[in-house]
């Protein structure tokens, strides 16, 4: 598992956030989750995208900032569910903020995150 070597800059609120949030899938896994898909292949199958061994990480990050809660049933096969922690759904608000400023922008967004990725890959060719 990754170590840290340098302690994170953690003098503002802007880092704070990155630093909890920072992870392809956590704010999509904390959507989820708030919207009841609490069980690992639940937001597997909610988020194709993202490998299992991902999801677990970041779901073990969100639980080491105390964002979610982990319950494990005592059944064969072994049951998992995640929760929000009362600190984790005052996220939801930001989060649904966040969502509705993307739709308001969504049209100029998708140009420029297009734009990125065709000059990116015009880049890659052999010449």
Same mark, same amino acid.
């Given at each position: 598992?990754?170590?840290?070597?340098?302690?994170?800059?953690?003098?503002?609120?802007?880092?704070?956030?990155? *630093? =909890?949030?920072?992870?392809?899938?956590?704010?999509?896994?904390?959507?989820?989750?708030?919207?009841?898909?609490? &069980?690992? #292949?639940?937001?597997?199958?909610?988020?194709?995208?993202?490998? &299992?061994? =991902?999801?677990?990480?970041?779901?073990?990050?969100?639980?080491?900032? *105390?964002?979610?809660?982990?319950?494990?049933?005592?059944?064969?096969?072994?049951? =998992?569910?995640?929760?929000?922690?009362?600190?984790?759904?005052?996220?939801?608000?930001?989060?649904?903020?966040?969502?509705?400023?993307?739709? *308001?922008?969504?049209?100029?967004? &998708?140009?420029?995150? /297009?734009?990125?990725? =065709?000059? #990116? #890959? /015009?880049?890659?060719?052999?010449?």
């Amino acid at each position: 598992m990754y170590e840290r070597k340098i302690l994170p800059n953690l003098t503002c609120g802007l880092d704070l956030i990155g *630093e =909890v949030l920072y992870g392809k899938w956590k704010i999509r896994l904390l959507w989820f989750i708030n919207e009841g898909h609490k &069980r690992p #292949s639940e937001l597997q199958r909610k988020i194709p995208d993202a490998s &299992r061994r =991902v999801l677990n990480m970041q779901l073990n990050e969100l639980e080491e900032h *105390e964002l979610v809660t982990r319950k494990i049933y005592p059944v064969l096969p072994p049951k =998992v569910e995640y929760s929000l922690t009362e600190f984790g759904k005052t996220l939801i608000p930001v989060i649904a903020a966040l969502g509705q400023w993307s739709d *308001e922008h969504e049209a100029r967004l &998708r140009d420029v995150i /297009l734009k990125k990725a =065709v000059r #990116s #890959s /015009l880049d890659n060719i052999p010449t």
